[in-house]
């Protein structure tokens, strides 16, 4: 615990945006404190999913296409759609501020038919999830916090010619997690399609939706 946290009773009382700003400013001193210097377009999605885990190995872990940030905000100003692979996720991420940039969120993690042609084919929800958000007419961003088997279903549909318009990659777990993180980063580096991806085994539906939140918000409130 540094001496900044020490002095702070528990017991204050904070405005919820006093408290965000006061955040920010001690993970910008925690990570230069870990001696660890982010680009400076990365660091605002960086910081906002150490905020949201209080991790700071998300620094080091957390991997980046080049200009990724850049892209991931271009198409979500222009209203591009988002599939997620769970409602955690899509409920994590400003529903408003999607529908304000005239975009959508989808998830089709519960819908029916996807249940049943999950259990006709003794594959997960999260597949066949990936195959029908494939099959949409327009460019997707796909978001995967849970379910690795999601990346290892949009890795195989990327070998068959389909390309997402961005992939944040950040399921959480310990089976075929680092390899379907690691198999999705090798096709998405080969074939240049912009990623986020966080190796190893952390992540989760709230990592994978504070970087989508991320790349909305003004930075400006994590800047001194």
């Known amino acids: 615990m540094t001496t900044q946290e020490k002095n702070v009773q528990p017991n204050e009382f904070r405005r919820p945006e006093d408290i965000e700003k006061e955040s920010f400013r001690i993970i910008r001193q925690g990570l230069t404190a870990r001696k660890l210097k982010l680009p400076e377009e990365e660091l605002p999605v960086t910081m906002r999913v150490i905020h949201t885990t209080a991790d700071f190995e998300y620094a080091k872990t957390l991997y980046y296409s080049d200009g990724a940030v850049k892209k991931l905000r271009e198409l979500l100003e222009k209203g591009t759609r988002v599939v997620t ?36 084919r003794d594959i997960t929800r999260a597949m066949v999830s990936m195959e029908k958000a494939a099959m949409l007419q327009g460019d997707t961003i796909f978001v995967v916090g849970n379910a690795p088997t999601a990346l290892l279903r949009l890795r195989d549909l990327i070998l068959e010619g389909y390309k997402p318009a961005f992939i944040v990659g950040v399921p959480v777990g310990f089976v075929n997690v680092v390899y379907a993180k690691e198999e999705i980063l090798q096709e998405a580096e080969e074939r240049k399609i912009p990623y986020i991806i966080n190796i190893g085994r952390k992540g989760g539906s709230n990592v994978a939706a504070a970087i989508i939140n991320a790349a909305m918000y003004s930075s400006s409130e994590q800047k001194e």
């Open 85 to 120: 692979d769970t409602n955690m996720a899509k409920a994590g991420i400003n529903a408003k501020k999607i529908e304000e940039l005239g975009g959508e969120m989808l998830c089709f993690m519960s819908e029916p038919d996807v249940e049943q042609e999950a259990k006709e």
